[in-house]
């Protein structure tokens, strides 16, 4: 083992993780007087005037070379407008810059992309990014600390794309009401931070402004470089955005369980944002509406840990940052498989079943600083889940400490007629240098009408460099903790999980890998009444690689014990209590990502407590042009011999989804789902067009059929109509 760990140091040594560059890069803008068309073109004079910078620096795949295509970008900005223009050059022509489709917040590694990572108050800490791809997609986020991260926020700017056959160029045209600065009296010059980046994906390559390690990203803005002599105009009186939307519904419903009827429904309502100052925010929102927000994947769990779903709906999306103290796992395999998050807005508007409730009126609060953060939300919400009303509030405050250091408090209580259920958190996460971390969180719970209360907390401790990633966490969750407002995936535990991996590169490896990534990772669960272990897993990944076009060619080995106390029935099959123990092996491949034609298959097969189970896992994506995308992905289970009654029994989830879009801005969205274990099929389909910046058209029609609890088809139907404006005062 010692020699294995020499080896792997030697390999990785020439690529560790270093300090951010001093003294950093500096770039200033131009200042100019008309407005420019942001068309991708840059044939207007002041861009031949304006000042440029190169983005040298190669992060991957070999940190610290030169990167191996030219990237410009040039700054320009007037009174009313911050524009960025990237020049990329490229020799793949026009038609072979990747990007699998069109969708707004696509995924990073799938695409040709530059993007603008802004630090507006220059504490090194905290981005405002803007992105586009080579077809003028945009993707945006805020980051903060480059840990949490809202990937759903949605700037207000415009950007245009041209390709050739010899570069594409991305120009930018950024409102100042976007952006976030320090108040100025639009006389005083400021600096603020920033970097550049470029992702060229037929290489797989970044590049970047200002250098930062390959274990960070480019949102790392201790790394970043400055922005300096700008001098952007005073914020306006009124900042403020008014979104009114009309909604007309259809429906109807057939079922024993969910009743005949047949709906049709106007509604109106809409959602105000009032940037009070560059640190605050107030939003408004009155008769909220969700309708055109994605559907749920459906998903089969054969685990013991309840399925987390993420959260689609915007107005919860936004800030979710601030709100989101809590453990969830780092990725597949690096953090546990816990998750304790004292709030998560999905229990506001939905009820037991993931019906929609509907949401009278609420609003947010939001103010961020160098030094602290401070949110509030309050909901109310109509009859539903027994109740004539709800009222749903949660307060957030955290402290900034040291350079990257966090110190918080977080509170929720919801309220009905019949009790009130609160829960409080203390949090905290500290790094303690560039590559070791901790965070860790303790939380209670209280319901005035049983008299319940609870407890959970967890450790975590993060070590990552360029080659290796190492976590421990631990974690504790009383039987009685129930956060009324929050998620948690187990109760009644006391876990520790721990696990590393490495990333080995070097001439030795062939060619067509980038990257050699063995890792163990176990996880250990003891019963928090009893004492006594009820579930051990080790999983170990001793041949898996990253492959230079992005693919992954990996195998596995798995050990369990599972210890049952009560009965245990995942897709229906009944395990009774006892003890068992399996050993699983299972391989995983996967194709470039970013290709026209790209796919992935897990197969894994082995014991599952006292049978057998094999599994399959299969996605494939047909993307001949960005704007038609057909995906397909498949689960499929096979259990033998399996249970009290030693059943055999194999269950499909089948999903099928295709866009086709005429641009970015017009999109058909559709989604068909059939599960075997209920015979569930659904269909959803969307037309999505946004005419003119954050100003939608939705039509939307849905429909449902199932398997209820009695044996019957149960079936739901809707199509709704809805308009949204959005109106910048």
Same mark, same amino acid.
């Given at each position: 083992? #010692?020699?294995?760990?020499?080896? @792997?140091?030697?390999?990785?040594?020439?690529? $560790?993780?270093?300090?951010? @560059?001093?003294?950093?890069?500096?770039?200033?803008?131009?200042?100019?007087?008309?407005?420019?068309?942001?068309?991708?073109?840059?044939? $207007?004079?002041?861009?031949?005037?304006?000042?440029?910078?190169? !983005?040298?620096?190669?992060?991957?795949?070999?940190?610290?070379?030169?990167?191996?295509?030219?990237?410009?970008?040039?700054?320009?900005?007037?009174?009313?407008?911050?524009?960025?223009?990237?020049?990329?050059?490229?020799?793949?022509?026009?038609?072979?810059? %990747?990007?699998?489709?069109?969708?707004?917040?696509?995924?990073?590694?799938? &695409?040709?992309?530059?993007? +603008?990572? +802004?630090?507006?108050?220059?504490?090194?800490?905290?981005?405002?990014?803007?992105?586009?791809?080579?077809?003028?997609? /945009?993707?945006?986020?805020?980051?903060?600390?480059? #840990?949490?991260?809202?990937?759903?926020?949605?700037?207000?700017?415009?950007?245009?794309?041209? #390709?050739?056959?010899?570069?594409?160029?991305?120009?930018?045209?950024?409102?100042?009401?976007?952006?976030?600065?320090?108040?100025?009296?639009?006389?005083?010059?400021?600096?603020?931070?920033? &970097?550049?980046?470029?992702?060229?994906?037929?290489?797989?390559?970044?590049?970047?402004?200002?250098?930062?390690?390959?274990?960070?990203?480019?949102?790392?803005?201790?790394?970043?470089?400055?922005?300096?002599?700008? +001098?952007?105009?005073?914020?306006?009186?009124?900042?403020?955005?008014? +979104?009114?939307?009309?909604?007309?519904?259809?429906?109807?419903? /057939?079922?024993?369980?969910?009743?005949?009827?047949?709906?049709?429904?106007?509604?109106?309502?809409?959602?105000?944002?009032?940037?009070?100052?560059?640190?605050?925010?107030?939003?408004?929102?009155?008769?909220?509406?969700?309708?055109?927000?994605?559907?749920?994947?459906?998903?089969?769990?054969?685990?013991?840990? =309840?399925?987390?779903?993420?959260?689609?709906?915007?107005?919860?999306?936004?800030?979710?940052?601030?709100?989101?103290?809590?453990?969830?796992?780092?990725?597949?395999?690096?953090?546990?498989?816990?998750?304790?998050?004292?709030?998560?807005? %999905?229990?506001?508007?939905?009820?037991?079943?993931?019906?929609?409730?509907?949401?009278?009126?609420?609003?947010?609060?939001?103010?961020?600083?160098?030094?602290?953060?401070?949110?509030?939300?309050?909901?109310?919400?109509? $009859?539903?889940?027994?109740?004539?009303?709800?009222?749903?509030?949660?307060? #957030?405050?955290?402290?900034?400490?040291?350079?990257?250091?966090?110190?918080?408090? !977080?509170?929720?209580?919801?309220?009905?007629?019949?009790?009130?259920?609160?829960?409080?958190?203390?949090?905290?996460?500290?790094?303690?240098?560039?590559?070791?971390?901790?965070?860790?969180?303790?939380?209670?719970?209280?319901?005035?009408?049983?008299?319940?209360?609870?407890?959970?907390?967890?450790?975590?401790?993060?070590?990552?460099?360029?080659?290796?990633?190492?976590?421990?966490?631990?974690?504790?969750?009383?039987?009685?903790?129930?956060?009324?407002?929050?998620?948690?995936?187990?109760?009644?535990? !006391?876990?520790?999980?721990?696990?590393?991996?490495?990333?080995?590169?070097?001439?030795?490896?062939?060619?067509?890998?980038?990257?050699?990534?063995?890792?163990?990772?176990?996880?250990?669960?003891?019963?928090?009444?009893?004492?006594?272990?009820?579930?051990?897993?080790?999983?170990?990944?001793?041949?898996?690689?990253?492959?230079? &076009?992005?693919? @992954?060619?990996?195998?596995?080995?798995?050990?369990?014990?599972?210890?049952? $106390?009560?009965?245990?029935?995942?897709?229906?099959?009944?395990?009774?209590?006892?003890?068992?123990?399996?050993?699983?092996?299972?391989?995983?491949?996967?194709?470039?990502?970013?290709?026209?034609?790209?796919?992935?298959?897990?197969?894994?097969?082995?014991?599952?407590?006292?049978?057998?189970?094999?599994?399959?896992?299969?996605?494939?994506?047909?993307?001949?042009?960005?704007?038609?995308?057909?995906?397909?992905?498949?689960?499929?289970?096979?259990?033998?011999?399996?249970?009290?009654?030693?059943?055999?029994?194999?269950?499909?989830?089948?999903?099928?989804?295709? %866009?086709?879009?005429? &641009?970015?801005?017009?999109?058909?969205?559709?989604?068909?789902?059939?599960?075997?274990?209920?015979?569930?099929?659904?269909?959803?389909?969307?037309?999505?067009?946004?005419?003119?910046?954050? =100003?939608?058209?939705?039509?939307?029609?849905?429909?449902?059929?199932?398997?209820?609890?009695?044996?019957?088809?149960?079936?739901?139907?809707?199509?709704?109509?809805?308009?949204?404006?959005?109106?910048?005062?």
């Amino acid at each position: 083992m #010692r020699y294995l760990f020499l080896f @792997i140091t030697f390999c990785s040594f020439s690529q $560790e993780v270093f300090s951010p @560059i001093t003294p950093r890069k500096e770039f200033k803008p131009l200042k100019i007087e008309r407005t420019l068309k942001a068309d991708g073109y840059l044939d $207007e004079s002041e861009w031949s005037n304006a000042p440029s910078t190169a !983005l040298d620096f190669q992060v991957e795949p070999f940190q610290g070379n030169k990167a191996s295509f030219s990237s410009q970008v040039k700054m320009l900005y007037n009174q009313q407008f911050l524009y960025v223009a990237a020049i990329l050059k490229d020799t793949i022509g026009k038609n072979g810059y %990747r990007a699998p489709n069109l969708k707004r917040d696509y995924q990073f590694v799938e &695409n040709d992309l530059f993007g +603008i990572a +802004i630090d507006g108050f220059n504490d090194k800490r905290n981005a405002l990014v803007l992105q586009s791809n080579a077809y003028g997609a /945009q993707r945006d986020l805020l980051a903060f600390d480059d #840990r949490q991260f809202d990937i759903d926020w949605d700037g207000l700017y415009r950007v245009r794309t041209h #390709r050739s056959d010899s570069s594409w160029v991305a120009e930018f045209a950024i409102p100042w009401q976007t952006l976030r600065y320090p108040k100025t009296d639009g006389t005083k010059a400021q600096d603020w931070g920033i &970097n550049f980046f470029r992702v060229r994906r037929a290489s797989n390559e970044l590049a970047v402004w200002s250098p930062h390690p390959r274990s960070m990203s480019p949102l790392r803005m201790e790394y970043a470089g400055k922005l300096n002599g700008i +001098i952007p105009p005073p914020p306006t009186a009124t900042n403020i955005r008014f +979104i009114p939307y009309l909604l007309q519904v259809s429906g109807n419903s /057939q079922g024993t369980e969910i009743g005949n009827s047949i709906t049709d429904q106007f509604k109106a309502g809409g959602e105000i944002k009032w940037v009070v100052s560059p640190t605050s925010v107030v939003d408004f929102t009155f008769n909220t509406d969700f309708a055109q927000a994605d559907v749920d994947l459906q998903v089969n769990n054969i685990s013991r840990f =309840s399925v987390f779903f993420p959260e689609r709906r915007q107005f919860f999306l936004e800030n979710a940052s601030l709100f989101s103290s809590g453990l969830a796992p780092v990725n597949e395999v690096i953090g546990g498989s816990m998750y304790i998050q004292p709030f998560f807005s %999905r229990t506001i508007g939905l009820d037991a079943n993931v019906n929609p409730i509907a949401i009278t009126a609420g609003s947010r609060f939001v103010y961020r600083s160098e030094k602290r953060n401070l949110g509030g939300i309050f909901m109310r919400q109509g $009859e539903g889940d027994g109740d004539p009303y709800a009222n749903f509030f949660v307060g #957030r405050y955290s402290e900034n400490f040291g350079k990257q250091n966090r110190i918080g408090i !977080l509170a929720t209580s919801k309220s009905s007629p019949t009790s009130v259920q609160s829960t409080g958190a203390v949090d905290a996460f500290i790094r303690f240098n560039d590559k070791f971390s901790f965070n860790g969180m303790g939380t209670i719970t209280q319901d005035s009408q049983s008299g319940d209360q609870g407890l959970a907390e967890y450790t975590q401790f993060l070590y990552n460099t360029n080659f290796l990633s190492a976590y421990w966490t631990q974690t504790l969750v009383s039987k009685n903790y129930n956060p009324a407002m929050g998620f948690v995936s187990r109760r009644d535990i !006391l876990s520790n999980s721990q696990g590393f991996e490495f990333n080995v590169r070097g001439n030795w490896l062939p060619s067509f890998i980038r990257n050699w990534g063995p890792g163990i990772y176990t996880e250990v669960y003891h019963s928090l009444t009893t004492g006594k272990i009820i579930e051990q897993r080790a999983l170990s990944g001793p041949l898996w690689f990253e492959l230079q &076009n992005g693919g @992954i060619l990996g195998g596995y080995v798995e050990a369990s014990v599972q210890n049952l $106390e009560d009965t245990f029935s995942p897709v229906g099959i009944d395990i009774k209590p006892g003890s068992y123990s399996y050993f699983r092996k299972g391989f995983f491949l996967a194709s470039d990502p970013s290709a026209k034609y790209s796919g992935s298959t897990e197969y894994g097969w082995g014991g599952f407590f006292n049978g057998t189970l094999q599994n399959v896992n299969t996605k494939f994506r047909l993307a001949p042009i960005p704007h038609v995308n057909l995906g397909l992905s498949w689960n499929w289970n096979k259990f033998e011999n399996m249970g009290a009654a030693r059943e055999t029994k194999e269950v499909n989830l089948l999903i099928l989804e295709t %866009r086709l879009a005429i &641009n970015p801005r017009l999109q058909l969205i559709g989604f068909y789902q059939k599960n075997s274990t209920d015979n569930l099929n659904s269909y959803n389909v969307r037309l999505s067009w946004e005419y003119q910046p954050l =100003s939608y058209v939705y039509l939307v029609f849905n429909s449902l059929n199932y398997q209820g609890t009695d044996s019957t088809q149960q079936k739901q139907q809707s199509f709704l109509a809805k308009l949204s404006y959005l109106k910048q005062f």
